[in-house]
């Protein structure tokens, strides 16, 4: 879900920093910010994963070349 709230935000509504101030701003960007935070816990358990199976198959190659 990206941020939509200030697509069609025109003047006088949007103006030179009101992304510090706009409530529908803040609340879009911390449901983007929570769901980034799933996204990346996701990413570095595949991460992690991907890792941890590559080293497993690297030491039994190297094993069972001498």
Do not use: N
Request: charged share 45%; net charge positive.
């Amino acid at each position: 879900m990206k941020i939509k709230c200030c697509k069609d935000c025109v003047a006088p509504k949007r103006h030179p920093g009101c992304h510090g101030v706009c409530p529908e701003y803040l609340y879009e960007k911390a449901l983007w910010e929570e769901e980034k935070k799933v996204i990346r816990e996701e990413h570095r358990r595949f991460t992690e994963l991907y890792e941890q199976r590559s080293e497993g198959v690297r030491k039994a190659l190297k094993h069972r070349r001498r």
